[in-house]
């Protein structure tokens, strides 16, 4: 017997095998594009929720706006909807922020600087920081967010402005644009988000000035994004780092199991469990409408809708992304 050839013979089974099997655990772009028009069509005409009227500039955004983008890891991009009209990006920069500084200074930096453990409190608390020692818990969170910022290593606001800012278009694979009316009507209103970065600075926990930091946190979450642009940026996370668009490495793999986590226990502000329970995809969302999902080593969910429920998640966003991730056998812990 030619133990040689036998030899061969039974790996090229196994490497078939594996394959094949690999190939079938794939979803087939028919059944990606079937699911993601009964999502939209299913939701489209729910009148729930209400746009962030707290804040002018999103309050007059068109409700009826809705796109659903989905993007895997090989950069295949399927969507259905307004997946060109753009909102701002708000709470959902901070993903993106904190990866920045994570990459700067390291994962345990984040972690015992900033913290990554959930408040239990509203997303805008100032208790909650006086509660935890100075601590502001997490960097999804606005106190965790502006320290995100002021540790940008730069030597000015500017040049914060410019790493911060080119450090999401990387994500999303084009460059970001700022939705100046949303930044205006945001800066001259955050009079609440600069005494919490006074606090952080009592603390000694800010590596900025405060109000410096402050502005250009309120900058940062008026970028415009369309679901195309969370569902790429999702999807790089997705993908270990690298964005499957443009075959760029943005961030070190090491990291995004980290940011993933950070996301699956306070990505959607106190409404954070409920969704881990119904999805398992850490997610983030942000008050100006959009969602982005990870379903990590697969796929990035993008969706748009710029109504809010009570706890400032979109509710068109939310009901699509749970049906498009139950129909297609999505939830990571379900595998």
């Known amino acids: 017997m030619n133990f040689k050839l036998v030899h061969v013979f039974l790996s090229l089974t196994l490497l078939v095998v594996f394959t094949s099997s690999s190939y079938a655990n794939e979803l087939s772009k028919e059944q990606i594009n079937k699911v993601l028009k009964e999502a939209y069509n299913k939701y489209k005409g729910d009148m729930g929720g209400k746009n962030a009227d707290y804040i002018k500039a999103l309050d007059i955004v068109d409700p009826t706006i809705f796109g659903i983008t989905f993007v895997d890891t090989h950069g295949n991009i399927y969507e259905y909807g307004d997946t060109k009209q753009v909102v701002s990006i708000q709470s959902i920069s901070k993903v993106f922020t904190a990866a920045l500084v994570m990459s700067e200074h390291g994962a345990k930096f984040v972690q015992e600087k900033i913290g990554v453990n959930a408040t239990g409190a509203a997303f805008n608390s100032i208790i909650a920081i006086e509660q935890h020692g100075g601590s502001a818990s997490n960097p999804f969170v606005n106190a965790g967010a502006i320290q995100s910022t002021s540790w940008v290593k730069a030597k000015d606001s500017k040049e914060r402005w410019i790493k911060i800012s080119a450090n999401m278009s990387a994500y999303a694979g084009r460059n970001l644009t700022l939705n100046e009316p949303v930044y205006v ?33 309120t900058k940062q979450c008026s970028l415009n994004v369309s679901s195309k642009d969370l569902a790429v940026m999702g999807a790089t996370l997705a993908n270990h780092g690298k964005n499957p668009v443009t075959n760029t490495q943005v961030i070190n793999a090491k990291y995004t199991p980290k940011i993933m986590a950070v996301m699956a226990t306070a990505g959607l502000y106190d409404n954070a469990g409920d969704w881990l329970y119904d999805t398992g995809a850490p997610a983030k969302s942000g008050v100006g409408g959009g969602i982005l999902a990870v379903i990590p080593g697969k796929y990035g969910i993008g969706i748009v809708s710029p109504p809010l429920d009570k706890y400032g998640n979109s509710v068109r966003a939310q009901l699509a ?6 129909k297609l056998n999505l939830n990571p812990f379900a595998q």
């Open 321 to 326: 992304a749970k049906y498009i991730i139950e």
């Open 185 to 217: 009507s945001e800066v001259n209103d955050n009079k609440r988000n600069q005494a919490i970065s006074k606090i952080l600075d009592a603390y000694g926990r800010m590596g900025s000035d405060p109000l410096e930091a402050t502005t250009v946190y």
